[in-house]
């Protein structure tokens, strides 16, 4: 199990993982989930998939079994900024207008977005890996960007499997559900640096 870490530039350098990390996504997000979000039949693709994104990807034995999506919150790339943003501003029915009092527009803070893992992944502990490994990379490709902070809309759940992995999550947001797919989320807040990681200054 590895991680890569790519943008529209670098994509081709490591085969269909951005292919496949969109497929993946499908088999979740649309067909798990019934999320009413744009697809083929084969990959999920929305308007934040755009040159402004990066992506962090978990592979093992060549096979996607993980990802997600991270991008600035001064992102812009045509209508679209990013998600948050574009909620609080009320352009994605989904999501609550107030789910924030204010959507941030911060070059040092970045949205992560799209997290999904196959279900092929059972064993808890795998589970956890892959998810370790999935943020990492994100925050990695966030924190060279110039990210200090990442904020995430996720399930209620991640929050504490985040804690439990060293990442200093919380919640920024009132939990609201989700008529869709019956599940509840809030945004989530947390340093681009695991504080476990950060060096220690001397007293």
Known sequence: MYNVTFDFS???????????????????????????????????????????????????DGKVIGGA???????????????????????????????????????????CTRLVMSDGVTNRQDRTHCLDLIVDGLARAAHHGGAERLISLSPLTLERALRQMGWDARRISAPYLNAADGRRYAVLGMSAIKPVDQPRVAA
């Open 10 to 60: 670098d994509l081709h350098c490591h085969g269909r993982a951005f292919y496949d990390f969109l497929a993946l996504r499908k088999s979740f997000f649309v067909d798990e989930l019934g999320w009413d979000i744009p697809h083929d039949g084969h990959v999920e693709m929305d308007q934040y998939d755009t040159p402004l994104a990066r992506y962090s990807v978990v592979l093992k």
């Open 69 to 111: 999506r991270t991008m600035p919150t001064t992102a812009r790339w045509g209508r679209s900024g990013y998600m948050l943003g574009d909620a609080v501003a009320g352009l994605l029915p989904g999501i609550p207008r107030d789910i924030l009092n204010e959507a941030p527009c911060n070059a040092r803070i970045w949205e």
